[in-house]
């Protein structure tokens, strides 16, 4: 009998880990609250045109690069990756504790290998749930003594479960008795601001199309959607005011004109990392409940696809 495992939660995270067990023979089923899988990496038509949720570019895709060395044993360096301009730098990033050299090895394959995905952040989720047992519309409201519960009331058992789910709403929605030390430290950990971004349609070659990320002032950020959609997002932190953040963009972008626009907020990237204290293991004092996600170590694809890989690991340890 293969081992079987639970994963909450079908974004990136639970997607990864997913894969990699099903690879290794384990007998996967995962629980998604949404109708669709994909979590942040969702994308949708507007007119006709995909707007990304949550993705526009990865770094480390070049050969023997920290992202490649995981993608490629699980068949994702087959996608239609391609290079990306370098970005102008990540300053949106603060570290109060690392070091000079630490930020460099954070940003370093961001800021020299830039890469983007034809048909973005769907076309990653898409290769992902292949063959996957994925139960969507199914949200998880219990998690008791090895099985989870959902809101509608479907019953799941299996000897690992694992949640890709921020640990803080994992652990309020355990009944087994957790250490209380355990939980005041992930009540202390502190959630990064929401991203706001504004998806705006251009008048036809308006303005030069470009492939890498601009940033402004550290606060904005402009990205082009796919050559030939005539598509700029414009993204920063926090609370955002459309029409000003089309101001700033025309500052550097002189020529744009914008058509029309739409808003959307989107959860931001998981919990603030301001140290090394601050990452969190994939083991729980629970031996069948382990972690995954963006808010274990690093955010983003890169950071996500790391946590993954860390989680299977200590599972099969
Ligand atoms: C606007 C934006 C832009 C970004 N751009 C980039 C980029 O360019 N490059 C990059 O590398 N990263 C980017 N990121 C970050 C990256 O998308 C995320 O770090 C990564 O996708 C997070 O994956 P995850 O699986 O940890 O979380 P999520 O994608 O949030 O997945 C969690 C899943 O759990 C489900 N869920 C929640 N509650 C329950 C429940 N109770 N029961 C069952 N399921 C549940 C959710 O519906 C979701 O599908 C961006 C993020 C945002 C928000």
């Not at 939660?9 to 997607?15: R, S």
């Not at 019953?155 to 479960?161: H, P, Q």
């Not at 303005?207 to 990320?213: E, I, K, L």
Request: hydrophobic share 40%; aromatic share 8%.
């Amino acid at each position: 009998m293969p081992k079987s495992a639970l994963i909450i939660g079908a974004g990136l995270g639970g997607l990864l880990c997913g894969r990699l067990l099903s690879r290794k023979g384990w007998d996967v089923t995962l629980l998604e609250a949404d109708e669709k899988p994909g979590g942040v990496l969702k994308s949708f038509l507007w007119e006709g045109i995909p707007c990304e949720c949550g993705f526009h570019s990865v770094g480390g895709l070049g050969p023997g690069e920290a992202l490649e060395k995981i993608f490629r044993p699980l068949g994702l360096m087959e996608l239609p990756w391609y290079k990306a301009d370098a970005d102008e730098g990540f300053p949106f990033l603060r570290l109060n504790a690392a070091t000079e050299e630490e930020i460099r090895h954070i940003t370093g394959p961001y800021t020299q290998s830039t890469w983007r995905l034809k048909g973005g952040g769907s076309t990653l989720v898409e290769e992902l749930t292949k063959g996957l047992k994925i139960n969507t519309g199914n949200k998880v409201v219990k998690i008791e003594n090895q099985s989870v519960t959902c809101q509608n009331e479907r019953s799941f058992k299996a000897d690992v479960t694992v949640s890709s789910l921020s640990p803080d709403l994992t652990f309020s929605l355990l009944q087994d008795h957790v250490r209380p030390a355990y939980l005041k430290r992930l009540a202390r950990m502190e959630k990064g601001p929401s991203i706001f971004t504004v998806h705006c349609l251009l008048e036809p070659d308006c303005v030069p199309w470009q492939s890498g990320d601009i940033f402004l002032d550290g606060q904005l950020m402009l990205h082009f959607g796919e050559p030939g959609t005539h598509l700029l997002e414009l993204l920063c932190f926090g609370r955002g005011r459309a029409e000003e953040m089309i101001a700033r963009a025309k500052t550097r972008l002189p020529g744009l004109v914008v058509r029309k626009y739409h808003t959307l907020t989107s959860a931001g990237y998981g919990y603030i990392k301001h140290s090394r204290a601050d990452y969190i293991a994939p083991a729980t004092p629970l031996p069948w409940l382990f972690l995954t996600g963006q808010n274990l170590g690093l955010h983003g694809i890169l950071g996500t696809a790391v946590s993954a890989l860390n989680t299977c690991k200590c599972i099969e340890s």
